[in-house]
């Protein structure tokens, strides 16, 4: 499998300043050419490490999630990575090796490397190989349920999990599902969607799912509200509930995102619950 992963530096200054970078009120679209240096950040409680914020919540963007790509050079990492004891959280590997260490169990994670880690858990990450490691991290705040417990942490890759073909595609559009849709305990989903060269998702998907999609591999066309948008491996796309979307895969290899949704929770009837 091959996953994007930012590389950093800066741009000549002979490079024309019009890009693809979009923001309005409905979606986004962050370009993976403008991950540089200058706008990484750095995280308490983290050495040799830095991370590019994809989303985080705001009043008019992102409600329900944060996402950053980050960084790890040898031996980098955090023994005390997340501050909210009510945050869950989806680590994807897509480049180097880390070692998480998940209540007190040692997970050797590989590129393509998958875990979900549930809110109150104690976990540590480590990059224990010789060059640098990126890995996504999503992070939600949880919305218990009374009756519900929790869902359990579990690690497991993209290769381990078999994608499921979307009916009557011949397994053109499929999706890599890492957590059952029918266990309500999970409310947000972090799935792989993938489709071949020439598949099309055929009609604007409206509803009420917040969506971040970083594109890992491949390039498509994406119906973005009224907007048609170029996307490629390293763009990263935010779109607001009820948001119009629709694509076409381009070739010649595989468009697969990453895809990250809230799910299985009654609607807020305001909007300060709405945003925790």
Partial sequence: MAYFSPKGGLPPQSQLLTGRA??????????????????????PHWDGARFWVLARPLSGFAETFAQMIGELAPGGG???????????AVLFVTGGALQLTLAGTVHEMETGGYAYIPPGTE????????????????????????????????????RDVAPIAMPETDGAWATTRFADP?????DMHVNIVTLHPGAVIPFAETHVMEHGLFVLQGKGVYRLNQDWVEVEAGDF???RAFCPQACYAGGPEPFRYLLYKDVNRHMPLDLPAAQG
């Fill in 22 to 43: 979009v923001f309005t009120d409905a979606y986004a679209v962050i370009p993976g050419g403008v991950l540089s240096d200058i706008v990484t950040s750095r995280l």
């Fill in 78 to 88: 955090s023994d005390r990575p997340e501050p909210d004891a009510g945050a869950e």
């Fill in 123 to 158: 976990w540590r990450l480590r990059n224990r190989g010789e060059g640098s490691a990126t890995f996504h991290w999503v992070r939600k705040r949880y919305r218990p349920v009374e009756g519900l417990d929790a869902p359990e942490a579990f690690v497991t890759s993209d």
């Fill in 182 to 186: 029918d266990d309500l305990r999970h």
């Fill in 237 to 239: 796309m935010w779109l």
